[in-house]
């Protein structure tokens, strides 16, 4: 009887542990971010043949907060710089952001919105080798400090929202929804849960 309540026990704690584990794996998937290689995964960055390539691949891709940039290219003839905009429309490369020449580069999002790369090789550049990344908001956190802005006055007519075309939008490449960062975060609580209540 004894050998049987120990068996069990012992069975109840590799269990706790079991979900212990997958609860962490879980809790920490969402913090990582998805790795892309620039151009697709055999790829490299270096001047397209089609001038579109770099923009139609990152229009073709869903880029969120967390996720990086794998730059990869001959770093005794090329780079990569972050610019700004009109670095970006110019080709200057001058005055970057950001200078990458070990030709394997890594970029991670850190903010949503529009960056801009563009080749150090000025003349590369002219020939399309750039890129430009939308990073999409996070929102599957809330922001306390937004405030709610003022309602406008009762006689200034509210325009119409722009319309919003669904093709448009960039099919998904990787899954970073809210509803599934919502479920990790749950299976991860209950694992815990779960877990210590064996412990």
Sequence with gaps: MAQATLFHKRNDQIFGIFC?????????????????????????????????????????????????????????????????????????????????????????????????????????????????????ADRSRTNPAATTPPAPAASTPTPPPPEVHPAAAPGPSHNHNAASSTVASIGGILGILLASSFM
């Design 20 to 136: 212990l584990v997958i609860s962490t794996f879980l809790l920490v998937h969402k913090a990582d971010g998805f790795q892309f290689t620039v151009g697709g995964p055999k790829a490299s960055w270096e001047v397209p043949t089609d001038a579109t390539f770099y923009n139609h691949w990152a229009e073709n891709n869903r880029f969120q907060i967390g996720d990086s940039l794998l730059f990869v290219y001959a770093a005794n003839q090329d780079s990569v710089l972050q610019v700004s905009r009109d670095d970006y429309t110019n080709c200057n490369t001058a005055s970057p952001i950001q200078r990458f020449t070990d030709g394997h580069s890594v970029f991670q999002f850190n903010q949503s919105g529009p960056h801009y790369f563009i080749s150090g090789v000025s003349q590369n550049c002219h020939n399309n080798e750039k890129l430009i990344v939308i990073v999409l």
